[in-house]
Nanobody, 125 residues
Framework: QVQLVESGGGLVQAGGSLRLSCATS????????MGWFRRASGKNHEFVAG??????YYSDSVKGRFTISSNNAKNTVYLQMNTLKPEDTAVYYC????????????????????WGQGTQVTVSS
């Protein structure tokens, strides 16, 4: 049974930082590409960041502020979020994808087969 469990969300002031973690089990972690999405209230899922081997992908809205990384020994992917803004407020989800064709479709929600339950990030102004 595949499980993805996010943690590390919370309430932070604008300009602050948070580090999200996504612990996985039941899948060959090193064989999957991993991504982070977010969903703000009343909006659709938005791609945030993705990682496939050594290649990283970011949305324009977080580039330069967020960093995605992974630890294969811990089967965990991270999202370091710096210089947070109120518009970053959302539920953040991690997701796992097969690596085939990832560079062309990393931003598509449909590309990912497995999802976590999400963790709330709230940035106050």
């Amino acid at each position: 049974q595949v499980q993805l469990v996010e943690s590390g969300g919370g309430l932070v002031q604008a300009g602050g930082s948070l580090r999200l973690s996504c612990a996985t089990s039941g899948l060959a972690f090193s064989s999957f590409a991993m991504g982070w999405f977010r969903r703000a209230s009343g909006k659709n899922h938005e791609f945030v960041a993705g990682i496939n081997w050594l290649r990283r992908y970011y949305s324009d809205s977080v580039k330069g502020r967020f960093t995605i990384s992974s630890n294969n020994a811990k089967n965990t992917v991270y999202l370091q979020m710096n210089t947070l803004k109120p518009e970053d407020t959302a539920v953040y989800y991690c997701a796992a994808s097969t690596p085939a064709g990832y560079s062309d479709s990393y931003y598509l929600k449909s590309k990912y087969s497995y999802w976590g339950q999400g963790t709330q990030v709230t940035v106050s102004s």
